[in-house]
């Protein structure tokens, strides 16, 4: 007697669980849904958002970026390769840079590693191409007019100038080294 | 003279339920990826046209412009039959269907349905059964251990509902005394069945969501196990004969449980054939409210439910039917 109560409680039960998800998912008929229309109704990203990436200049509007080589280094997909060059009065920048999108998984590692600020990821994700060639972008399509998320920083405040002296003409400084002509 | 008129009105009336079944098919789609969009509070599809009510008309171009693979090693003949197969069982059953109450043209008293057999309900069920064919031998004919598993289990789980399907109309027969679908909806003049046969009701419905392979018993499809189950390596046209074969077997289905329970096309103030409709409509629209609600159950709990539960209940029904019957009448 007692089991055959047990049993018949249980059926009731499975048959109220059964009866109570129809209501829950007939309740949610009558709501709004919650779908974000995406084309229509764009959502507004949060600035750290890890999308297109820009080179960005510093408050002076001179290139941040001293070609360090630390992006193109730590870069996981090696998406970014560049030329670095010096400029007359010893600063340092990049003769070309170029970033593959095609490549790139917008990891930000790139922008942590960089010293100087000068690379950073923008929100902006809706750049797809028709070409996958199109996606390789040149460092005229990469440097921006602004600070980016950085609107005080300025690398050369604090270091890479030439103070008092030229380079390698400091006390106890070695002479830089030429590449061209360092054979044993 | 007559047999010719008789026959070409016979013509018009399967054309009449050939287009309005696959409409219906097609609108079936759409309505079920909207309905089922709500019920997960989504959108569903809204795209194409006006609410995407041309959806249906893009996914058949799509479907048809698809290219039809045959996988290597199939068997050819039976891989083209076995979906035509699936799509044929639901439109024969359609013919014995009663849509509405006679068309009277004049004197002349037209049957608005194909073939009043006087077997009707045997022959649906006959018909019913083939459907296991195209599911068990479309997976087999595909040479692909996905489409197998799918083909197994389907035409373990059909043969196993079909038994409570059949059983579960057997107090519907003994209440109607006839197995002809027309005299089945005029018994049901006064009262549908469901007031009567509410357990039958519940098991036919049931069964019919088994037979038709919906949630909570797609275990022959089982995406998420099975990719696709029986139609796994099936595309383009083919594919599509699948899914129309489910959609118009989802209709028909409805129309049976409104000729068997609810009392076809029998209703006050609208006309017989929007009655009819309407009660059509019940069944599918349920069904996708159980997709929505239902997860699947495991294959044992499927077995278990249709040769431990369905079918003694549908004895004990039969039994219990024919001794109130009894009483009642002597």
Redesign the interface.
């Known amino acids: 007697m007692n089991e055959n109560e047990s049993r018949l409680g249980r059926i009731m039960d499975g048959i109220g669980g059964?009866v109570d998800?129809?209501a829950?998912?007939?309740k949610?008929?009558f709501?709004?849904?919650?779908?974000e229309?995406y084309p229509e109704q764009k959502k507004v990203l949060p600035e750290r958002t890890r999308a297109r990436i820009v080179l960005t200049r510093d408050p002076e509007g001179e290139e941040r970026c001293v070609s360090c080589y630390l992006c193109e280094a730590v870069c996981p997909t090696d998406c970014i390769s560049m030329e670095g060059a010096e400029r007359g009065d010893g600063r340092r920048y990049a003769l070309w840079f170029r970033i593959n999108f095609a490549r790139c998984i917008f990891c930000g590692l790139c922008e942590e590693a960089c010293p100087t600020l000068a690379i950073q990821l923008t929100p902006d994700f809706e750049f797809s191409k028709y070409h996958v060639l199109d996606l390789v972008y040149e460092k005229e399509d990469l440097l921006i007019e602004g600070c980016g998320k950085n609107s005080e920083y300025n690398y050369y405040e604090h270091a890479g100038v030439a103070v008092g002296f030229d380079k390698g003409e400091h006390p106890g400084e070695a002479k830089p080294v030429d590449v061209k002509s360092n054979m044993p | 003279m007559w047999w010719i008129v008789g026959f070409v009105v016979l013509l018009i009336k399967v054309a009449v339920v050939l287009g309005v079944l696959f409409g219906f098919a097609a609108g079936m789609v759409l309505v079920e990826r909207k309905?089922l969009?709500?019920?997960?509070?989504?959108?569903g599809p809204n795209r194409v046209g006006p609410f995407g009510l041309l959806q249906p008309v893009a996914d058949g171009l799509k479907l048809l412009l698809k290219e039809d693979i045959v996988p290597k090693g199939a068997d050819r003949i039976i891989f083209f039959f076995a979906p035509a197969v699936v799509a044929l069982v639901p439109l024969l059953i359609a013919a014995v269907v009663p849509f509405s109450s006679d068309l009277k043209i004049g004197e002349t008293r037209i049957p608005v349905l194909i073939a009043d057999l006087n077997v009707g309900l045997l022959f649906f069920l006959a018909v019913a059964s083939l459907s296991v064919y195209g599911v068990a031998l479309g997976g087999w004919a595909s040479n692909s251990k996905y489409s197998m598993l799918g083909s197994v289990r389907g035409a373990a789980q059909l043969i196993s509902y079909e038994l409570s399907l059949g059983l579960s109309l057997v107090p519907v027969v003994m209440l109607a005394g006839s197995f002809s679908l027309v005299d089945i909806v005029n018994a049901q003049a006064e009262y549908p069945f469901i007031l009567v046969q509410p357990v039958s009701f519940l098991i036919f419905f049931i069964s019919s969501m088994a037979e038709s392979n919906r949630l909570p018993f797609d275990l022959p499809e089982a995406e998420n196990e099975l990719i696709g189950g029986f139609h796994t390596e099936y595309s383009g046209m083919r594919f599509a004969l699948y899914f129309l074969g489910e959609y118009i077997s989802m209709v028909v289905l409805g129309a049976l449980v409104a000729v068997f329970f609810l009392g076809g096309w029998r209703g006050p103030v609208l006309p017989p054939l929007a009655w009819f409709l309407i009660k059509t409509m019940i069944t599918p629209v349920f069904f996708i409210?159980?997709r929505?609600?239902?997860p699947r159950v495991r294959y044992d709990q499927l077995m278990q439910l249709g040769w431990k539960i369905l079918l003694p209940l549908c004895l004990v029904n039969i039994i219990a039917t024919g001794g109130i019957a009894l009483l009642v009448r002597s």
Not at chain 2, 37 to 43: A, H, S
């Open positions: 059964i998800s129809y829950v998912t007939l949610h008929l709501r709004k849904p919650i779908t229309q | 309905l969009g709500r019920l997960q509070i989504r959108y409210w159980t929505a609600t239902l």
